[in-house]
Nanobody, 118 residues
Framework: QVQLAESGGGSVQAGGSLRLSCSLSIITNCMGWFRQAPGKERETIGYTYRYGPPTYAAPVKDRFTISFDNAKNTLYLQMNNLKPEDTAMYYC???????????????WGQGTQVTVSS
């Protein structure tokens, strides 16, 4: 059974930092982070292809960093200078593909809550 185990969420004040982790039970090429706030649609934070650099959505670019540890098969999301509007449930996802639109995010983590207070 494929598992994506997320951890690292919590509550911080605006300007603070958090690092999310996503341990994957599968080897796959496409990995990404997504979030969903109450009453809003899910949005893409960023994604990475095993053989290329990450791509970020405009609202988080220059504040968030996606990285992948091959040895641990773990995806990370470092979030700096957090803002109240970053409050959401954060999900990691993974699946096959060759980068960009070809990626199919078939597998999802359970989500971890991030709350940023002003």
């Amino acid at each position: 059974q494929v598992q994506l185990a997320e951890s690292g969420g919590g509550s911080v004040q605006a300007g603070g930092s958090l690092r999310l982790s996503c341990s994957l039970s599968i080897i796959t090429n496409c990995m990404g982070w997504f979030r969903q706030a109450p009453g809003k649609e899910r949005e893409t934070i960023g994604y990475t292809y095993r053989y290329g650099p990450p791509t970020y959505a405009a609202p988080v670019k220059d504040r968030f960093t996606i990285s992948f540890d091959n040895a641990k098969n773990t995806l990370y999301l470092q979030m700096n200078n957090l803002k109240p509007e970053d409050t959401a449930m954060y999900y990691c996802a993974a699946g096959p593909g060759y980068g960009g639109p070809s990626c199919k995010y078939n597998y999802w983590g359970q989500g971890t809550q991030v709350t940023v207070s002003s």
